[in-house]
């Protein structure tokens, strides 16, 4: 099992590119979540889905898109890069129901400038 | 709005000693409460509590829920210095959002 996987690992972004963060789980996890870390607020849930075709926002969308057309893959996109958008990000998946062990990616550092 | 509060938010103890770190929280449909380990990287699971007074335990590291009170604490015994990372408390309510504190930085000298 590789758990789960995030490319890139480091990302440096102008104002305005977009890119897309890609995050893989070969645990068949039905939940997979992304999350945003700044220094001093903890983890921000960006966006979520609870299984293939079904995905919704968390506390801070604004600026990413995501889709979920298989179980396996999460990825994050960011449209119109910003530098607030600089921020650390981490996929996460977990079974859904039950006993909620959320597995978290090694993250991916993102630098806009 | 859903909020999770950590205190405190940072602390430095000495091999040995015992530490008690609090969550309290807000939340409109309570699923459960997770306690979360970061070091370098990655957050790394530690437990989950979804029912009152029940003390989940590992090693030396424990934690209990209070829903009458909307808080929870981990305790951890004989500190070493590699308990020195962040912890953060984690509150799933049941439509899936998840909401983390801002955690409790803590420093273990030798």
């Known amino acids: 099992n590789a758990g789960v996987t995030q490319t890139p690992k480091f990302q440096v972004l102008k104002t305005g590119q977009s890119m897309t963060l890609q995050c893989a789980q070969d645990?068949?996890?039905?939940?997979m979540s992304w999350y945003r870390q700044d220094p001093g607020m903890g983890l921000r849930l960006i966006h979520y889905s609870v299984g293939a075709g079904i995905t919704d926002q968390g506390e801070v969308p604004n600026g990413y898109n995501v889709s979920r057309s298989t179980t396996e893959d999460f990825p994050l996109r960011l449209l119109s890069a910003a530098p607030s958008q600089t921020s650390v990000y981490f996929c996460?998946?977990?079974?859904?129901?039950?006993?909620?062990?959320?597995?978290f990616g090694p993250g991916t550092r993102l630098t806009v400038t | 709005e859903d909020k999770v509060v950590q205190s405190p938010l940072s602390l430095v103890v000495h091999e040995g000693d015992t530490v008690t770190l609090n969550c309290s929280y807000e939340v409109t449909n309570f699923r459960s409460l997770l306690w979360y380990k970061q070091e370098k990287k990655a957050p790394t699971f530690l437990f989950m509590l979804?029912?009152?007074?029940i003390e989940k335990k590992s090693g030396r590291l424990s934690s209990i829920l209070d829903k009458k009170e909307l808080f929870s604490i981990l305790n951890i015994t004989a500190t070493q210095t590699g308990d020195s990372a962040i912890y953060l408390c984690a509150l799933r309510s049941n439509n899936n959002d998840m909401r983390f504190g801002a955690g409790t930085r803590l420093t273990v000298k030798p």
């Open positions: 979804t029912s009152s007074g």
């Open positions: 996460a998946s977990s079974y859904e129901g039950g006993s909620y062990e959320q597995y």
């Open positions: 645990m068949n996890h039905e939940y």
